[in-house]
C-alpha cells in the first residue's frame, strides 16, 4: 500500500524556518516525481515545489523561490522541504503528493499525504 | 501562468440528480487536465486524468470530457458520499495550476 506521510508542520515566527518531511512506503520512490502542494486555510490547491526522481531538477512556484528548498533522500524513502524567511501567506497545510507518471515530472498526483499544518504567526 | 476557472462556485443538488461542474482554462491545454475530489479535514482524492480516464477504484457515475479550453466533470447520479469540493487542475506546462473549487453542498 502506497503511503505518503508527512512530518514537521507545527508554529513558526515569520521571518522563521521550518523543514518538512515526507516518508515514503509501499512504492519504489526512486522511480517516482514528487511534489508538495499546500492549501490556505478556507482557499484552494497551489502547487509549490516539484523535483524529478533522481533529483537532478527542481521547480518552485514565484511565491516560495529563493525561500524554499526542495530535496530527497532516495536511500532513505523521503522529501524534504527547507522552508525559510516565512511569511503570514505562507501559513497552509502542506501535502506531498506523487506524480502518477512515475519519472515523468508532471501531475497529475495519484496519491497526497494526510498534510502538515505550517502556521506562520508571532 | 495558465488561468483555470470553474464553475459554479456552489452547486446545490439532491442525492440522485446529476451534476456538471464545468472548468475552462485560460489557453489551450490540450487534454492535459485532472479532477480531484477534497473532503473537509482530508487529502484531495484523485478521480480522472488526461480530460477523461477514469483513475482506477473510482465509480463509473464519475465522468470527464472536454478538450483545448472547456472542460466537464460530470456526476450522473450524485451519491451522499460525493458531497464534496471538486477541483480541476492543467499540467500542460508549469506551473501546474488548479481551478478554485466547486462546492457540491446538500439542497
Known amino acids: 500500500e502506497v503511503q505518503l506521510v508527512e512530518s514537521g508542520g507545527g508554529l513558526v515566527q515569520p521571518g522563521g524556518s521550518l523543514r518538512l518531511s515526507c516518508a515514503a512506503s509501499g512504492f519504489t520512490f526512486s522511480s517516482y516525481a514528487m511534489h508538495w502542494v499546500r492549501q490556505a486555510p478556507g482557499k484552494g490547491l497551489e502547487c509549490v515545489s516539484a523535483i524529478t526522481s533522481n533529483g537532478g531538477r527542481k521547480y518552485y512556484a514565484s511565491a516560495v523561490e529563493g525561500r524554499f528548498t526542495l530535496s530527497r533522500d532516495n536511500s532513505k524513502n523521503t522529501l524534504y522541504l527547507q522552508m525559510g524567511s516565512l511569511r503570514a501567506e505562507d501559513m497552509a497545510v502542506y501535502y506531498c503528493?506523487?506524480?502518477?507518471?512515475?519519472?515523468?515530472?508532471?501531475?497529475?498526483?495519484?496519491?497526497w499525504g494526510q498534510g502538515t499544518l505550517v502556521t506562520v504567526s508571532s | 501562468d495558465i488561468q483555470m476557472t470553474q464553475s459554479p462556485s456552489t452547486l446545490s443538488a439532491s442525492v440522485g440528480d446529476r451534476v456538471t461542474i464545468t472548468c475552462r482554462a485560460s489557453?489551450?491545454?490540450?487534454?492535459?487536465l485532472a479532477w480531484y475530489q477534497q473532503k473537509p479535514g482530508k487529502a484531495p482524492k484523485f478521480l480522472i486524468y488526461y480530460a477523461s480516464s477514469l483513475e482506477s477504484g473510482v465509480p463509473s457515475r464519475f465522468s470527464g470530457s472536454g478538450s483545448g479550453t472547456e472542460f466537464t466533470l460530470t456526476i450522473t447520479s450524485l451519491q451522499p458520499d460525493d458531497f464534496a469540493t471538486y477541483y480541476c487542475?492543467?499540467?500542460?506546462?508549469?506551473?501546474?495550476?488548479f481551478g478554485q473549487g466547486t462546492k457540491v453542498e446538500i439542497k
Open positions: 489557453q489551450s491545454i490540450s487534454s492535459w
Open positions: 503528493a506523487r506524480a502518477l507518471g512515475g519519472s515523468n515530472i508532471n501531475p497529475p498526483y495519484d496519491y
Open positions: 487542475q492543467q499540467y500542460t506546462s508549469y506551473p501546474w495550476t
